[in-house]
């Protein structure tokens, strides 16, 4: 059965803080994704990766950075958290199928910054 | 750019209704189409996929036809559940494997 993992479920960080957000797929997939999902707007892409030490900028990259040091985990940063990064984060990864490029979700961090 | 647009929810039905969630799409090439659901504090499931026009994705009792002449992957299900109750997405694949989502439609079942 496939399988990502998020390192937790809920986080509560305080502004200015430097938050580690930590993502594992069992899967062997080329492709990983960050993703935040607030209400109203859907999910937005953060950052994405097609291979190890590779990384590119999604649609609001701001304040976060990335890090892929092996094929299996991918981890998102904020430099230093601030109250408008409270929010529901999503990793996701896919293999390179060009028929379908289906994403496979973890459970989520619901990220507080107080 | 590419871009998918969803009936806004919430959508509120009684057991065995019928559903349908709209959802339309832009795109440049021919994506393929996914419907995901999210139940209360999970991560997104793929619920159905249709990868080329005239195709039909179904699961659990969900369909979707992709449809390329009207841009449009209508997700139906005849006869809704109470634990059918979450969000529904829609989405597309983009040219460089990147999925683009909908806002999500919020669904609630009563008994």
């Known amino acids: 059965d496939v399988k990502v993992t998020q390192s937790s479920r809920y986080l509560v960080k305080r502004t200015g803080e430097k938050v580690f957000l930590e993502c594992v797929q069992d899967?062997?997939?080329?492709?990983m994704f960050w993703y935040r999902q607030d209400p109203g707007l859907g999910l937005r892409l953060i950052y994405f990766s097609y291979d190890v030490k590779m990384k590119e900028k999604g649609d609001i990259p701001e304040g976060y950075s990335v890090s892929r040091e092996k094929k299996e985990r991918f981890s998102l940063i904020l430099e230093s958290a601030s109250t408008n990064q409270t929010s529901m984060y999503l990793c996701?990864?896919?293999?390179?199928?060009?028929?379908?490029?289906?994403?496979?979700f973890g459970p989520g961090t619901r990220l507080t910054v107080t | 750019g590419d871009s998918v647009t969803q009936m806004e929810g919430p959508v509120t039905l009684s057991e065995e209704a019928f559903l349908t969630i709209n959802c339309t799409y832009t795109a440049t090439g021919y994506p393929s189409l996914f419907w995901y659901v999210q139940y209360p504090g999970e991560g997104l499931q793929l619920l159905l996929k249709a990868t080329k026009a005239d195709d039909k994705g179904s699961n659990k009792g969900f369909e979707a036809t992709y449809r390329k002449e009207t841009t449009s992957f209508h997700l139906e299900k005849g006869s809704v559940q109470v634990s059918d109750s979450a969000v529904y997405f829609c989405?597309?694949?983009?040219?460089?494997?990147?999925?683009?989502f909908g806002q999500g439609t919020e669904l609630s079942v009563k008994p």
């Open positions: 996701a990864s896919s293999p390179v199928d060009r028929d379908s490029y289906e994403q496979y």
């Open positions: 899967m062997d997939h080329e492709n």
């Open positions: 989405a597309l694949s983009d040219l460089g494997g990147k999925l683009i």
